[in-house]
């Protein structure tokens, strides 16, 4: 998963596509990248790091117009190391376009290949963005050859996008002299929101980041729409896909989101105060509340169904760990592997909320449970009598396509186990998983609309219905690799949306 935000204005846009990238920094970290248009010409500046570390103030002066683009990348496929694989991505032809993209394609090899034997087109990284982005030009260059660039030929390019690209995409590109293009896959498994102030049209991944940056949440990009935004700031937009339907991910509203954001209709905060009311009837059935003497949340986006689930059961909600927030990534030293880092870098315990305790522990979701197993350890070594731990997610048994960097299911602590064996992997008392109906209904009851989800990484069904065990396998050679600590991170690395 990525954060991706696009402008059309009529003041320059540096400073406010920065301004984005810094809302959307919880969504990825390891490289970022803002491109801005003035004269038909691209300024692009994009490398390896921290918004803050990549922009400085030579940089910002370096990117005049007033349209643009930016990405906060986290790296899902291809190589995270390499500087050509930051985003955004550019082409010559036609007309000049830059892209960038959050999600995953689940057909890119294929693709490539026939980008190179058909298409002609050549493709220089192993990134799928830029696969993705060449197909956009293929098809842009079929649908205006012998006519000018409007509204309708864009549309008629992302029709033949649709039918080519498999997989998770939300997209914003902007085409040199004409305007700012934004979609999103047909199934609408990646959010993507626009939103406006005054002359000035915004579309970001995320809905705080239009109200971070002072502009109005106007809707989302529905599945399967395109939305064109010429240079004069008119809004064009049409549904390019021929049966689109809307089943978001739902991990986005357990943990990757911020909890202040909206996502098709439905607040995230919300969404994790449902899954702690639909936990707390769940460990009833499990473990005696009266057994219980205090819940303690792991940081950070656990922390309303950790709320929520102590106030049902009238259990007292303490703060336990404080996250060290200044904890960066692994280095990697030439001659060196990648040295481990321990969870107890990340947090540390406040003994006198647990000693002579029996604790229960409440976390967003458990992927491969070495990082649970160490909480654990933290918590008994800090004088608790029995320790307990809740999931606010079921258990996640299944590889993810669609942009996730969850690890191969083998090692996915729960894929293949009962309950009460990855209880005994973690050595908690206790273990008690949200369902996987009990999430969906949660969530899914904020919003009516929605008549699914993509929940594949806890029921193994995966909405595109394209996925076989071969495509899971060649998606898994193109993960991005680390170390074990780096892989268990996946989703632990990002700073927390309330840290972000």
Do not use: W
């Not at 939300?170 to 999103?184: E, H, T």
């Amino acid at each position: 998963m990525c954060g991706i935000v696009g402008v059309v204005s009529n003041a320059p846009v540096n400073q406010l596509i920065y301004d984005a990238l810094l809302l959307l920094q919880h969504r990825g970290q390891d490289a970022a990248g803002i491109v801005t248009q003035q004269e038909r010409k691209f300024f692009m500046h994009k490398a390896k790091g921290m918004v803050r570390d990549v922009f400085r103030t030579r940089n910002m002066r370096a990117l005049p117009g007033n349209c643009g683009l930016g990405q906060a990348r986290y790296p899902t496929a291809g190589n995270a190391y390499s500087e050509e694989e930051a985003q955004p991505f550019y082409v010559n032809a036609p007309f000049g376009i830059v892209l960038v993209h959050n999600g995953n394609l689940t057909n890119a090899h294929a693709l490539k290949a026939e980008l190179f034997s058909t298409d002609h087109r050549h493709t220089n990284t192993e990134s799928d963005s830029e696969v993705l982005l060449n197909v956009l030009a293929h098809e842009l260059e079929r649908s205006t050859r012998g006519v000018p660039l409007n509204a309708s030929e864009v549309f008629a390019a992302v029709r033949a996008v649709h039918k080519r690209v498999r997989g998770s995409y939300a997209v914003v590109a902007l085409i040199a002299g004409y305007g700012l293009l934004a979609f999103r896959d047909p199934y609408g498994i990646r959010p993507l929101v626009m939103g406006r102030s005054g002359d000035t049209v915004m579309v970001a991944s995320e809905s705080v980041t239009l109200e971070g940056t002072g502009h109005e949440f106007e809707r989302n990009v529905q599945p399967g729409e395109a939305v064109f935004i010429d240079l004069q700031g008119q809004v064009h937009a049409e549904q390019c896909a021929e049966s689109p339907r809307l089943n978001p991910c739902i991990f986005e509203y357990v943990y990757l989101a911020r909890p202040d954001s909206v996502m098709d209709g439905i607040s995230v905060y919300q969404a994790r105060l449902n899954l702690g009311e639909a936990l707390a009837k769940r460990l009833v059935s499990t473990l005696p509340p009266s057994g219980v003497d205090v819940v303690i949340p792991i940081p950070e986006s656990s922390r309303p169904s950790a709320m929520q689930l102590a106030q049902l059961l009238g259990i007292p909600y303490r703060e336990g760990f404080v996250k060290n927030r200044y904890v960066g990534r692994t280095f990697i030293m030439p001659g060196q592997g990648v040295r481990k880092k321990s969870v107890r870098q990340k947090l540390n315990a406040i003994a006198s909320e647990f000693k002579d305790r029996n604790v229960l522990l409440v976390d967003d979701s458990i992927v491969r449970g070495t990082t649970s197993r160490e909480i654990v350890q933290m918590a008994r070594d800090a004088g608790a009598r029995k320790v307990y731990l809740a999931s606010a997610a079921p258990p996640v048994r299944y590889p993810n396509v669609y942009g996730i960097d969850m690890p191969t299911k083998d090692e996915l602590v729960a894929h293949g186990r009962t309950v009460e064996e990855i209880r005994a992997i973690i050595g908690c008392d206790a273990l008690i998983y949200q369902d996987v109906d009990g999430m969906k209904k949660a969530i899914g009851s904020l919003n009516p609309a929605i008549h699914g989800f993509d929940a594949s990484c806890f029921d193994g069904v995966y909405v595109t219905g394209d996925i076989s065990e071969g495509d899971i396998a060649r998606l898994n050679e193109r993960r991005v690799g680390g170390s074990e600590d780096d892989a268990d991170s996946s989703r632990l690395a990002l700073p927390n949306a309330e840290a972000a």
